[in-house]
Each structure stands twice: as structure tokens, then as C-alpha cells.
């Protein structure tokens, strides 16, 4: 299977790069500074849709598309935990955000999915 290793290396940095910033947020406790990392984090999952868009025009073979589609369930299921340990960080209530977001939590177990 050949594949758009571009692309896949972009995504694979930005998914890292939006969990250093979760932790970031998480770890802080000034509110502006919370929200520009929210803000940061957006821009990373629209960064991941434009690379996510330009690997599907790019899509050759049956295999390719079934790789595809389970990178975007994975991804949409990774969403949903993002946007609650969002919310914990914003509320500061950062035990509970890193419990998800630990290799055990539902945020950590969806991140391995990807």
C-alpha cells in the first residue's frame, strides 16, 4: 500500500503536539492562558482536517480507504474525550483530566486508537 507519508507524518505531529497542549492547559491555572491554548488546540483539529481532507483526495485502493475510515472513527471517538477534558481543564479540575488522559483513561485508550 503506498501512502501519502506527508500527509500522515503531519497529522501523526499534530496529534502530539494538540496532547502537549492538552496537558498544557490542564496543568494551567490562568484562565486567558487556558483559552489560548483552547485556541491553539482548535487550530491543530482544523490543521488535522485540512491534512485529513488532502490524504483522502489521495486515496487509491480499497485498502487505503479502509485504513482511512478507521483513522476517522478512531479520531471523531478521540474528539468526544477531548472535548470533555477540555471542559475539566477549563475547570480546573486537573486530577480528573489527567485520569482520562492517562494511557488507561477513555481520552488515553482513544489517543492509542489513532
Known amino acids: 500500500m503506498t501512502v501519502p507519508i506527508s500527509q500522515m507524518g503531519q497529522i ?10 492538552l496537558r ?3 496543568l494551567a491555572n490562568d484562565s486567558s492562558q487556558i483559552e489560548s491554548i483552547k485556541k491553539n488546540i482548535g487550530q491543530d483539529q482544523q490543521k ?13 485502493s480499497d ?3 479502509q ?3 478507521v483513522f476517522e472513527s478512531s479520531r471523531s471517538e478521540y474528539n468526544k474525550h477531548l472535548d470533555s477534558l477540555m471542559n ?27
Open 12 to 21: 501523526s505531529t499534530t496529534i502530539q503536539m494538540m496532547r502537549v497542549n
Open 24 to 26: 498544557d492547559m490542564i
Open 48 to 60: 488535522i482536517d485540512e491534512l485529513a481532507e488532502a490524504y483522502a483526495a489521495t486515496i487509491q
Open 63 to 65: 485498502e487505503m480507504r
Open 67 to 69: 485504513a482511512f475510515e
Open 88 to 114: 475539566l481543564a477549563t475547570q480546573n479540575r486537573d486530577p480528573e483530566a489527567f485520569s482520562l488522559m492517562s494511557a488507561d483513561g477513555s481520552a488515553g485508550k482513544a489517543t492509542a486508537a489513532m
